[in-house]
């Protein structure tokens, strides 16, 4: 039975929480901030958060965020004010999984607490399952194509990766694609960012830690490496990672073993590290801030992810792919886009990159009816691009993006004929040489109508 941690700066509330949680078969504890919440998770494990909003210090919904953050999140319900609309609205939106309206009615708790637990068992069951498909990532400009053409020749062979670009640019996703293209993907991929970790626990986060290593150590812990076992160890950030720790990463890489804390015996283990980072680390390196000698044991094979100004080909295809995904999550799925928003996207320099683009899309959409107008993008005018617009032909006289995808329909199907043609039907040697999966190529064939039996 998961263990549940309730986070409220009332004593009398915690207790009571704490005694219907225990009366309804749950193992529970308590603390009286969002900072000793987050200790907590590192420490021990814990199944889900229960957490007032208003705190002083960190809120609630901040909470939320960090947790988000952390390598593996759990579920976490908000307590909002009473009749506190705007607030319930802010906890979804920072990713609560469900929210309370206080006062907290007793016998309402332990329904949504198990409701939570089940449908986040569920999530993770069906994350686990897409991370054996093709994922459906974007890369129809030059740079991500090119990028994306060195993946499978880095995935497979092992060594470390450093990904370095601007927030947002799409490191996470790489770091994934690298994982799953390689001889590791039926073992985990764990992420760590240790941003999101105290800094007093990131030890015991990364490597474990034996029972009364600490106080709150009650019992043995692995750690993520330990977790990451067979499979990859994805190091986000790790530009911010202390210099204390910097030296442990090292000697774990080099000598392919790990010291819990408290422990005497060094344990063994085998992960491929892929590490990120969105500061200039080589700076960093210069500065002293970072160990030029785990530097340059990360930095085996250096991949950038330019920003999205830089590759506005890939927007039309991303914006194409947001409104089926976020349409098909809102209950919106024949949303479009009016060429003018397409423009205003096409013409704003996206300092959050892809990230950004994917929240305006998501706001829009609660906002448009059927079609995004540029109002419904929020699109501060002052960040627009000084660069000229690109060439939006196909787009300008359609009415909703469809003389795009006319055109991108045309070329795909003398793309896919070509490429057919040469290999005489055969769709192994097309995805060879085309680069995209045989998944992918099916898709198509099945969407453009094209029969590659017919080239044989
Ligand atoms: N090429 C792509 N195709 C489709 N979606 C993408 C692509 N790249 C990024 N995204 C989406 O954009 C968002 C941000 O990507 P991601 O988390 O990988 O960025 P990041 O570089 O790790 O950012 P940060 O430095 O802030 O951690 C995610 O929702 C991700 O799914
Ligand atoms: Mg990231």
């Not at 809102?330 to 892809?354: F, Q, T, V, Y």
């Amino acid at each position: 039975m998961a263990r549940i941690l309730v986070v409220d700066d009332d004593p009398d509330l915690r207790d009571l929480l704490v005694a219907v949680l225990e009366a309804g078969g749950f193992e529970a504890e308590s603390v009286s901030s969002a900072g000793e919440a987050l200790t907590r998770l590192g420490a021990t494990e814990i199944g889900l958060v229960l957490s007032d909003v208003r705190m002083d210090g960190m809120t609630g919904l901040d909470l939320v965020e960090a947790i988000r953050k952390r390598p593996r999140p759990v579920p976490v319900i908000l307590m909002t004010a009473f009749g506190g609309v705007e607030e319930a609205i802010d906890a979804m939106k920072a990713g609560a999984d469900d929210f309370l309206q206080k006062p907290i009615r007793p016998e309402l708790v332990l329904a949504r607490v198990r409701k939570v637990l089940e449908s986040s068992t569920l999530r993770r069951r069906v994350e686990e399952l897409e991370g054996l498909t093709v994922p459906d990532v974007v890369h129809s400009s030059p740079t991500m194509g090119g990028l994306f053409a060195k993946l499978p020749v880095v995935a497979r062979s092992d060594v470390p990766v450093l990904l370095t670009g601007e927030t947002g640019t799409g490191k996470d996703v790489v770091a994934r694609a690298i994982h799953r293209a390689s001889g590791r993907r039926d073992h985990p991929f764990v992420a760590v960012n240790c941003g999101a970790i105290p800094e007093n626990l990131l030890e015991s986060e990364l490597f474990g830690h034996r029972k009364g290593a600490f106080t709150g150590a009650d019992r043995d812990k692995n750690g993520l490496f330990a977790e990451a076992n067979g499979g990859t160890l994805f190091l986000d950030e790790v530009g911010d990672f202390p210099l204390s720790l910097q030296v442990k990463i090292l000697r774990a890489l080099e000598e392919g073993q790990i010291r819990p804390v408290g422990g005497t015996k060094p344990v063994p283990v085998d992960v491929r590290i892929i590490a990120a980072t969105h500061v200039d680390i080589a700076a960093a390196v210069a500065e002293g801030r970072f160990r030029q000698d785990l530097y340059y044991r990360l930095a085996v094979v250096l991949l950038h992810i330019p920003p999205l100004r830089e590759r506005p080909e890939d927007l039309v295809d991303l914006v194409q792919r947001f409104l089926r995904e976020l349409g098909a999550r809102h209950g919106r799925p024949d949303m479009k886009i009016s060429p003018e928003a397409l423009r205003r996207l096409e013409r704003h320099s996206w300092p959050g990159n892809i990230r950004e683009l994917r929240n305006r899309l998501t706001e829009a959409m609660l906002f448009a009816t059927d079609r995004i107008e540029p109002e419904h993008l929020n699109l501060p005018v002052a960040s627009e691009s000084p660069l000229p617009p690109r060439t939006t032909e196909g787009i300008e006289g359609g009415d909703s993006g469809s003389d795009y995808a006319a055109a991108r329909r045309t070329f795909e199907r003398a793309f896919l004929k070509g490429a057919l043609d040469r290999s005489h039907g055969n769709v192994v040697r097309a995805a060879e040489e085309t680069g995209l999966s045989r998944r992918q190529l099916y898709n198509m064939f099945r969407e453009l109508q094209i029969d590659p039996k017919a080239f044989r």
